[in-house]
T-cell receptor, first 113, second 114 residues
């Protein structure tokens, strides 16, 4: 079974600074999709960014970007110019067999003002 | 498009009782997924539907759990003879086709079994 590992249970960042959340995964597939989701306290999960494995270019969505290292099976999320509203639980996820998302355990991001 | 709607938001039940949750997906989405999330953990896959067909069930889904999606629209998840270990957030999500573009999640139903 595919596994997704987020080794940082909790991270803190100062407002306006940059933070990187780590994610590694295990797969034997050559073509797959990876995602980062944000889950604010008591609110629904929101898609932040997605990456297609066959694309070499790292995905970017405004202040959010990824560092996708296919050979290392690493998929980190960089948040630039952190804002108070970025505080949430962040989940890395892998789309397995095109049918279901497999999630990591999550990283709590705290933003300090 | 009002997003994915889940009801109720919260449910407290006594051990041994049956509970049923409802999920209304985005209307044009043909796939619907159920996940369970315990405190401080990532969501775990339970089952998914393509239209009205239930295509896969996780081994996490014991015989006490049943899900339906009649007519390929809303879905229900029923838990019979609830146990304290069933206490969790139950998340529903939907997608148009496969999940290549991600899922849209609902706000979840938090179940507490006392």
């Amino acid at each position: 079974a595919q596994t997704v590992t987020q080794s940082q249970p909790e991270m803190s960042v100062q407002e306006a600074e940059t933070v990187t959340l780590s994610c590694t995964y295990d797969t034997s597939e050559s073509d797959y999709y990876l995602f980062w989701y944000k889950q604010p306290p008591s609110r629904q999960m929101i898609l932040v960014i997605r990456q297609e494995a066959y694309k070499q270019q790292n995905a970017t969505e405004n202040r959010f970007s990824v560092n996708f290292q296919k050979a290392a099976k690493s998929f980190s999320l960089k948040i630039s110019d952190s804002q108070l509203g970025d505080a949430a639980m962040y989940f890395c996820a892998y789309l397995w067999e095109g049918n279901k998302l497999v999630f990591g355990a999550g990283t709590i991001l705290r933003v300090k003002s | 498009d009002t997003g994915v709607s889940q009801n109720p938001r919260h449910k407290i039940t006594k051990r041994g009782q049956n509970v049923t949750f409802r999920c209304d997906p985005i209307s044009e989405h043909n796939r619907l997924y159920w996940y369970r999330q315990t405190l401080g953990q990532g969501p775990e896959f339970l089952t998914y539907f393509q239209n009205e067909a239930q295509l896969e069930k996780s081994r996490l889904l014991s015989d006490r759990f049943s899900a339906e999606r009649p007519k390929g629209s809303f879905s229900t998840l029923e838990i019979q003879r609830t146990e304290q270990g069933d206490s969790a957030m139950y998340l529903c999500a939907s997608s148009l086709g496969t999940g290549y573009y991600g899922y849209t999640f609902g706000s979840g139903t938090r179940l507490t079994v006392v």
